[in-house]
């Protein structure tokens, strides 16, 4: 059983920046692809961006390409997501995501543990 913390989110002005973390309990942090998503208020919840086992892969949702990037540091066991020029439109929960299985999913049905999520809201 792995447990995800996520921490870092707070409310900022458009174009400023927040760096979210993910701090997960288990000792097979290493093992496991990661992935954050977010869920706006009446929407459903979207992949974000997602991070192979090593780290050496990486994949973006087309909206926050070129703003967002995601790492992690396994000796930590933490995964990071650097949110850069941040737009109103980012506002949502988000959450972080472990995958037992191999490869990046930006499906929420291929994770098999989150956290429980934190606040990022975006003024105008």
């Known amino acids: 059983q792995e447990q995800l913390v996520e921490s870092g989110g707070g409310l900022v002005q458009a174009g400023e920046s927040l760096r979210l973390s993910c701090l997960a309990s288990?000792?097979?942090?290493?093992?496991?692809?990661m992935g954050w998503f977010r869920q706006a208020p009446g929407k459903e919840r979207e992949f974000v961006a997602a991070?192979?086992?090593?780290?050496?892969?990486?994949y973006y949702a087309d909206s926050v390409k070129g703003r967002f990037t995601i790492s992690r540091d396994n000796a930590k066991n933490t995964v990071y997501l650097q949110m850069n020029s941040l737009k109103p439109e980012d506002t949502a929960v988000y959450y972080c995501?472990?995958?037992?299985?191999?490869?990046?999913?930006?499906?929420?049905?291929?994770?098999?543990?989150w956290g429980q999520g934190t606040q990022v809201t975006v003024s105008s």
């Open positions: 288990g000792r097979t942090f290493g093992s496991y692809a």
């Open positions: 995501a472990a995958d037992r299985a191999p490869g990046l999913e930006r499906n929420s049905y291929a994770y098999d543990y």
């Open positions: 991070i192979s086992r090593s780290g050496g892969s990486t």
